[in-house]
């Protein structure tokens, strides 16, 4: 069994949280290759190192007058890495690696060369504190001339590269393009590295560790205490994802999914907890009906009626056509016999509406067409409310308690998910009110 294991910026922010992440790999042998990110915050007032780096690159690339602002970011981010050196007893010096980056730096080789040194050089500690070999992140991860992800290439290099390795430590969040130049992921990065490497060793599991125990069913700012999410699916995560939960990139998720790998969200601080278990399908039984609530605010919504339109040929692609030209992207869209509703994010709408109503007008001459603005759209979802009669009606009642107007609905046929549209001003109430009947009282 094997196990690739990434740790994220604020497990490795200082050295007691590289002492407990030392402490989990060391817990378990399968845990044998390792992805670091770079130091995160130490506290709210700290200044993440990749943040420090940006800016010190920022202002080594300006005049020479500079300099000195230049010199006294790289001091701060050497300091930082030298208490994690010292607070680890480690008989390690960073010294030739802070002189390349002061030249390279000088030599503006790159933002992206600039931000991927705090992956670099935390992965070189790493490799330090455990003994394991490093592996530098550009000898392996691949990215093409135009700058996009090579994920072939990049499979066939690391699977060659780690087939007679027990152990490794490879840095997150950068590769290297053909010509050798530095390139990082634009989001996710250290995420979508351990995702890639969990595919190319063909690991049993990618453990993901952070500073929460898994994902919660709702956000805890509207949900103080809010029970987390024991299994999910992928679907089941691209439907929270979509709608606005703050989960894992996309592209952290593609190469492990492609494999077949679950992925285990874990918390650094609390290690007993198991976390939430991300797997492509599953005959668990959910704890609750649903999964997750989740949404999002600020959607307007462009409702067209016209008698028999049903039987009119085309009309639905000659309405879509019209936000198409005026470049607006389309969230949702429930429809009735006589009524089509395309529902859009306000902010991209409002300044092309009048070209839009005007578009809809000449395309298909609608009986009435009205605008609504300033609406949310919750997402309940869970594998669940498959199996459960009257979910609907628990949810609407729920809502109907609460005082809360439904102004949409939009189910799918898979009976994964249900989209509500609500006012903005009754959003919390409307997560609050689906929460308390699925999952504290359980009706």
């Not at 130490?42 to 800016?55: A, F, G, I, S």
């Not at 990049?154 to 530095?182: C, S």
């Not at 085309?314 to 089509?340: A, Q, R, W, Y």
Request: hydrophobic share 40%; aromatic share 8%.
């Amino acid at each position: 069994m094997k196990k690739v294991v990434k740790f994220g910026g604020s497990s490795l922010a200082s050295a007691e949280q590289f002492r407990k992440a030392g402490s989990i790999i060391r817990n378990d042998s399968t845990r044998r290759f390792v992805i670091p990110s770079a130091p995160g915050k130490r506290n709210p007032d700290d200044t993440k190192v990749t943040d420090m780096l940006y800016q010190c690159y920022k202002q080594a690339i300006l005049d020479d007058d500079m300099e000195q602002d230049f010199e006294e970011i790289l001091m701060k981010v050497e300091q930082r890495y030298d208490e994690i050196i010292d607070g680890l007893n480690l008989e390690l010096s960073l010294d030739n690696e802070f002189r390349t980056i002061r030249e390279n730096f000088c030599k503006k080789v790159g933002r992206d060369y600039a931000a991927s040194r705090g992956e670099y050089l935390n992965g070189i500690i790493m490799s330090a504190y455990l003994g394991y070999p490093f592996i530098d992140a550009a000898e392996v991860i691949r990215f093409n001339e135009e700058g996009e992800f090579d994920s072939e290439t990049t499979n066939d290099i690391l699977t060659e590269r780690l087939a007679g390795m027990e152990y490794a430590v490879i840095p997150g969040f950068y590769g290297a393009m053909p010509n050798g130049k530095i390139k990082t992921f634009s989001r996710g990065g250290s995420d979508i590295t351990g995702s890639i490497v969990a595919r190319a060793v063909q690991a049993d599991t990618y453990e993901n560790w952070t500073d929460v125990s898994g994902f919660l069913i709702a956000d805890p700012r509207i949900i103080p205490n809010s029970k987390s999410i024991d299994v999910i699916t992928y679907r089941e995560l691209r439907e929270l994802s979509y709608m606005g939960a703050t989960v894992l990139h996309e592209d952290a998720i593609f190469p492990v999914k492609k494999a077949g790998i679950p992925i285990n969200i874990r918390n650094t601080n609390r290690p007993e907890d198991k976390g939430t278990l991300i797997v492509e399908a599953t005959c668990q039984k959910p704890r609750f009906i649903i999964t997750g609530v989740t949404g999002k605010k600020d959607f307007a919504s462009v409702t067209v009626e016209k008698a028999m339109m049903n039987s009119e040929v085309g009309f639905c692609k000659k309405v879509l056509e019209v936000f198409e030209e005026n470049g607006v992207s389309i969230e949702h869209m429930p429809s009735g016999i006589d009524t089509m509703t395309i529902v859009v994010h306000q902010d991209e709408f409002q300044e092309k509406e009048q070209k839009v109503i005007a578009g809809i007008h000449r395309a298909v001459e609608p009986d009435f067409l009205e605008l609504e603005s300033d609406i949310a759209l919750v997402a309940v979802v869970g594998r669940g409310m498959k199996a459960t009669r009257g979910t609907s009606g628990r949810i609407f009642s729920a809502l109907s308690h609460a005082n809360v107007n439904v102004k949409m609905i939009d189910q799918g046929s898979s009976e994964l998910n249900i989209i509500i549209g609500v006012r903005n001003h009754d959003f919390e109430e409307a997560i609050k009110a689906i929460y308390d009947i699925f999952v504290t009282t359980q009706l």
